[in-house]
């Protein structure tokens, strides 16, 4: 079937220590995004890429980055984890970023949590 | 600024007929999502809305007014495993989506 996938599901840092979570596709979707989710929060996106345009939205701190080598695969970056950041982190995928239903396919997601 | 408002938690009796409002300020509108979000699991398309009216699909339906900025989600012949969050989604004009932070629902015997 055709899915998003991400890797792992769980990961437990200690503060400061560097650590990459990885989103995969094979719906051969042009949009890739990463979203923080808190508890009880909205969804807040932190990336997005149309194919490889990468657009960081204004408000995601410098710790945070991303990498897209190819169509299928995204990785998010957290350079120096903080308690802040322990959070959910959702990859989702969707067909194209314009006008119509551009449906978001989401991955089971990766919780973070730090030490 | 864009705000998605709905209300924190609901609860209902299973069998029963429930709806979430959900009202909106966003610059445009390029249609309106609703997602279903089980504790600790993605988010999970429900319905999409971008002219005034009625949407159904099986025992959920969707209703939009762009002039009013609200929708609401109604749930019908509810079941335990519809105990979820539910979330509102607005596309602004610059096609980027703004999200209401969810609608927890839970669901009686």
């Known amino acids: 079937d055709a899915m998003v996938i991400q890797n792992p599901r769980y990961q437990v840092t200690q503060f400061g220590k560097p650590v990459t979570l990885s989103c995969s596709q094979t719906?051969?979707?042009?949009?890739m995004y990463w979203y923080q989710q808190k508890s009880s929060q909205a969804p807040k996106l932190l990336f997005h890429y149309y194919d490889k345009d990468f657009n960081n939205e204004a408000d995601t701190p410098d710790n945070f980055q991303s990498r897209r080598p190819n169509t299928s695969f995204c990785f998010l970056d957290i350079r120096s984890p903080g308690l802040g950041d322990a959070a959910m982190y959702l990859c989702?995928?969707?067909?194209?970023?314009?006008?119509?239903?551009?449906?978001?396919?989401f991955g089971a997601g990766s919780r973070l949590t730090v030490l | 600024g864009q705000n998605i408002d709905q209300p924190t938690e609901m609860t209902a009796t299973e069998g029963a007929i429930v709806q979430i409002n959900c009202t909106y300020q966003?610059?445009?509108?390029?249609?309106l999502f609703w997602y279903q979000q089980h504790a600790g699991e993605a988010p999970t398309f429900l319905s999409y809305n971008v002219l005034d009216g009625l949407e159904e699909k099986g025992r959920f339906s969707s209703f939009l007014s762009r002039s009013k900025g609200y929708s609401y989600l109604l749930l019908k012949e509810l079941q335990m495993k519809d105990s979820a969050s539910y979330l509102c989604?607005?596309?602004?004009?610059?096609?980027?989506?703004?999200w209401g932070a969810g609608t927890k629902l839970i669901i009686k015997p």
């Open positions: 989702a995928t969707s067909r194209d970023g314009g006008a119509g239903a551009n449906v978001l396919t």
């Open positions: 989604a607005v596309m602004d004009s610059n096609y980027q989506l703004i």
């Open positions: 966003t610059s445009g509108f390029n249609g």
């Open positions: 719906l051969n979707h042009n949009v």
